[in-house]
Each structure stands twice: as structure tokens, then as C-alpha cells.
């Protein structure tokens, strides 16, 4: 980890730092402990993972913010406790179980990889603190499209801790003057 961040950091690095989007998403189920593991095996830097929180208040893995098209449920991550979503199975071959939860994910990457947290800007007090007590809150990139005084609204405190990784789309108008102010 201390070496992807030196590359992270450096500006003048020729060193390439490479992410796995939702893990390794062609060999399992996308954000899933196979995928994140894959993604490590391959020898990637950074992993990202989208996390939503179910009504119950547990941290989850899920780009979608219904579970209905990566699992054979149905309905919002909002709306659903974690136990009915774990009852439910990934869509996969093999009929894997939902492996879902974020710390799982952290603790498996504990000290191997980044962690590219997408989806969580609303919920980063419970991402943060869950991030922290596990010991992988200096692994946490967070990304996100809000600009910079809601980032420091928002993150601020944790912006000594984390990485704010912001999303600027070239092609939109303002795209300049996001990378100006960031």
C-alpha cells in the first residue's frame, strides 16, 4: 500500500497505477469478494466498489441502487435490511452467495490494495468510520463529482486521512475551471 500511494503522490512518476472497476468483473460478479480478490491475485493497485447502505444501516456492495439486476432479488438497497439482501444469491454460474458486505472487502484487502470508494459521498461518516476501525482508512480514494466547496463541506475533516479523487467530465462545460479549483 505505501508504494501505491508514493505513486499516487508523485507527481512525476512514470509509474502506472492500475484499478480493477468493480473488481475483476469478467471473472466473477461485479463487486463481489471473488471479484476483489481476483483483482488483487492480478496484481492491481486499486479496486474500485460502489457502496449504498440498507434500511438496517449495514454497508453494502451494489452499484445499482436496486439489487435487481446483479442478484435474483428485487427491490432498493434503501429500502431492504441486510438480511434480505444476503438471502439473496449473485447472478453467476456457480449460483455464488452475495458476498456484499464492505468490510469483508476491506478486510481482504487489507494492506494490498486502494480502495476506490464510489457511490458513498452521502454516506462517507459510516464508510470513514468503518474504513478506520478496521485500519484501512489511509487505503480509502474517495470519487466523486461534487464540487470543491461541498467536497470540503463534506469531507474536509477526513481530507488529511483520504484521498478525493473528483470526476471531470472534459467534454461538459466548466470542466476547466473544476480542474483549476481542485
Known sequence: ??????????????????????????????????????????GVDVVEIDIRRTADGRLVLMH???????TNGRGEVASLTFDSIRRCR??????????????EVFELGRDRILFNIDKGFDIFDDVFFLA?????ARQVLM??????DRVQ???GKYLDRIVYMPIVHLDKEG??????DF
Open 64 to 70: 445499482d441502487a436496486t439489487i435487481d439486476r446483479t
Open 175 to 180: 470542466a476547466l475551471e473544476a480542474i483549476a
Open 143 to 148: 470519487k466523486g463529482t461534487q464540487p470543491t
Open 90 to 103: 449473485l447472478k453467476a454460474p456457480d449460483g455464488t452467495l452475495t458476498d456484499l458486505l464492505v468490510d
Open 153 to 155: 463541506e463534506a469531507l
Open 132 to 136: 478506520d476501525s478496521l485500519g484501512v
Open 1 to 42: 500500500v505505501d508504494s501505491i500511494l508514493r505513486k499516487l503522490y508523485d507527481p512525476n512518476t512514470s509509474s502506472v497505477v492500475v484499478v480493477a472497476h468493480r473488481g475483476d468483473w469478467k471473472h466473477s460478479v461485479e463487486n463481489s469478494l471473488p471479484a476483489v480478490q481476483h483483482a488483487i491475485e492480478m
